[in-house]
């Protein structure tokens, strides 16, 4: 074992989210290491979890197992982690992400036509963000 600090994992939160934690609840900022979900995850399987437990946090370890992994995958399971921070962490986190919905809603209104637009490619299978980006990008049937 060495003595190097123990890497914390961050937690998955939505694309525009600024504000970044680790799964234990610390501020990415406040902690010396911060580790991946994917590089954890291949620790654990190639050494074992009790290897892995060396070098990450006991906590994030743990909870990642229950994480939502990225917002291309699983967006209805970073939402509600990420909703539930405000529901119920603190005043400070209510008000920030009441303020992010009411600016998502805001923008939503202002670009209305182009919103329904990659809502459609929602609904036909393909993830609005991967959407987004392959038509910036004037590619099509990426995914
Ligand atoms: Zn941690």
Known sequence: MSDEPRAHLPRPVPPWEEQRHTLCGRPITD????????ACAALAK???QRRAAY???Q??????RYAARSWETDP??????WLGRGMYVSDVE???ITASLHALSALIEEHREEFQ???GAT?????????ARAAKRGLRGVR
Not at 31 to 38: N, P, Q, R
Not at 76 to 81: E, Q, S, V
């Open 55 to 57: 070098d990450y946090c």
């Open 94 to 96: 209510r008000e920030h």
């Open 123 to 131: 609904e036909s299978g393909v993830p609005s963000l991967s959407a």
């Open 31 to 38: 902690v010396k290491k911060m580790g991946t979900l994917a």
């Open 117 to 119: 637009t990659h809502r």
């Open 46 to 48: 190639r050494e074992g």
């Open 76 to 81: 209805i399971g970073i939402m509600h982690d």
């Open 59 to 64: 906590t994030c370890m743990e909870r990642a």
